[in-house]
């Protein structure tokens, strides 16, 4: 169970009885939050810093717990935050400023002296943000009652991006042959995104894992097919090419499982040994949380496990994506966002059907393939780019829709949204912020949930949506 340490602030000029008054507060908060947001992680409390020794020691707790997410601090009364430094400097996990108070409301009738300097957060607090801000720690401060809904929901959110951030850093990415020739954004700073995000991202040789797959049983493949036939309707008479999709994805699952990884990518310009471009074992593999990243592109592959691990236990669905093509009826502009065969079933709002059929570039054995039309509702596009001297996030509001027409057509799993605040200015935003064409689109996750991960890493951050104007563009365009 993921963990969330609390560590209260006071100091021991208030004598012995205010610091058991402090610790019984914060005990009767910590079990607070472990009723309400006890499915999502468990909060521990640590003993109340007094001096910087007990700062030091609740930090490295926190630092050094495998099991802990991140930490949520609150000045109870004043702590002077000189005795924060050192602590502080130990910290390596997400921070949350919690800027509250054991009471509601004031108590008019009886209120002295004590009562002040017990419950001095406004106070406390203050002396503790200047702390955070003079040593430049990203964190999140999320302010009210801790017992009101909202700052609850707040703590929450903060709950699952960090746990997304620990995720982050653990994550090993698996790269299947390069980023594919003369393509510039899926291409990027590994050893920069290692140390920002934490992300391994090495290459394996795709000869190991069709020798892996080579070795998958017959039986393993069966077991495969009854899964698929279980949940999509098979349309193709081709069962051999499905089958070989099937081994693909045993085989890719076995590799990942033994080398530690949660994500990988591949390319169509390098498939030796394999028969087809693996299509529904991505697709299924994206289902479980996989993250994958076409055509080398690392970056993608590892922002999508990451929104993908941010997003669970939320309704909606989160995925990687591709920009492919508009309908430009003016007042009704509407994109359709799809890929060569990759669409992660996670956004199937039909069931899906398993096809084989050719793919047109690759030079490879017609693909088998889950096609589906998307998941509708109001989502985020997601995307994040290397500009050389940093990495930047971009993040636009988008509203899914469903598709005006069917496209019988059409041979792949697809997603259709509107742009905002209208397309002209959205995508021309895009443009300018220099968003790749692959991006993760989530309904589950919101554009505070991107803005706050964004700040903790240290990323730039750009956000597009019903707030962008021609002005904005302007400003995207200068590079401000
Ligand atoms: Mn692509």
């Known amino acids: 169970m993921d963990k969330l340490y609390f560590v209260v602030g006071s100091q021991d ?60 601090t609150w000045m109870h009364t004043f702590s002077p935050a000189k005795m924060w430094i050192k602590g502080l400097q130990e910290l390596r996990k997400p921070l949350l400023h919690l800027h509250t108070q054991a009471n509601e409301k004031l108590p008019y009738d009886d209120i002295d002296m004590d009562f002040m300097n017990l419950n001095q957060a406004a106070h406390g607090d203050r002396e503790y943000g200047f702390i955070l801000a003079r040593m430049r720690i990203a964190h999140q401060v999320v302010a009210g009652f801790y017992r009101h809904d909202d700052v609850v929901e707040k703590i929450g959110k903060f709950v699952d991006v960090a746990r997304a951030i620990n995720f982050s850093r653990h994550l090993k990415i698996a790269a299947f ?19 920002r995000y934490g992300w391994e991202c090495n290459y394996f040789a795709l000869g190991d894992l069709v020798a892996v797959i080579n070795a998958v049983t017959d039986a393993e493949v069966d077991a495969k097919m009854n899964e ?41 310009q390098d498939l030796h040994g394999l028969k ?23 970056k993608i592959s590892a922002l999508s496990a990451v929104l993908m691990k941010m997003a669970e236990g939320r309704a909606g669905a989160t995925g990687f994506i591709e920009d492919y093509t508009y309908d ?22 039909t069931k899906p059907e398993i096809d084989v059929l050719p793919l047109g570039i690759g030079g490879k054995a017609d693909p088998a393939r889950l096609i589906f039309d998307g998941v509708e509702g109001d989502g985020v596009q997601v995307t994040l780019v290397d ?13 899914l829709v469903k598709q005006p027409k069917p496209m019988p057509k059409l041979p792949v799993a697809r997603i259709m949204y509107r742009h905002k605040p209208n397309f002209q200015i959205g995508t021309a935003a895009w443009c300018y912020a220099g968003g790749a064409h692959h991006s993760v689109v989530s309904t589950a996750l919101k554009r505070e949930d991107i803005a706050m991960f964004a700040k903790l890493t240290g990323s730039e951050f750009i956000a597009i949506g019903d707030d962008t104007t021609e002005e904005c563009l302007e400003k995207l365009a200068r590079g401000e």
């Open 328 to 349: 430009l009826t003016p007042g009704q502009e509407l994109e359709l966002a799809s890929h060569m065969l990759e669409v992660p079933v996670n956004f199937a709002a």
């Open 177 to 195: 042959g390069n980023n594919m020739r003369e393509v510039a954004v899926t291409d990027g700073d590994r050893v920069e995104s290692q140390i």
């Open 276 to 298: 087809q471009l693996p299509g529904i074992a991505c697709q299924n593999l994206m289902g479980k949380g996989i993250g994958f990243g076409p055509e080398g592109d690392y």
């Open 387 to 399: 500009m050389g001297t940093h990495f930047r996030i971009i993040c636009a509001d988008i509203e």
């Open 13 to 72: 000029l208030y004598g012995d009885e205010c610091l058991r008054q402090v610790a019984a507060d914060a005990k009767v908060m910590a079990d607070f939050f472990n009723e309400k947001l006890g499915a999502k992680v468990k909060v521990e409390l640590l003993p109340t810093v007094v001096n910087s020794e007990t700062c030091i020691a609740d930090m490295r707790k926190v630092s050094c717990d495998d099991e802990c997410i991140g930490v949520m």
């Open 228 to 268: 698929y036939t279980s949940k999509y309707t098979m349309k193709t008479t081709n069962i051999e090419a499905v089958r070989e999709q099937a081994k693909y994805e045993v085989g890719l699952e076995k590799f990942l499982a033994k080398n530690g990884l949660g994500a990988f990518t591949d390319t169509f």
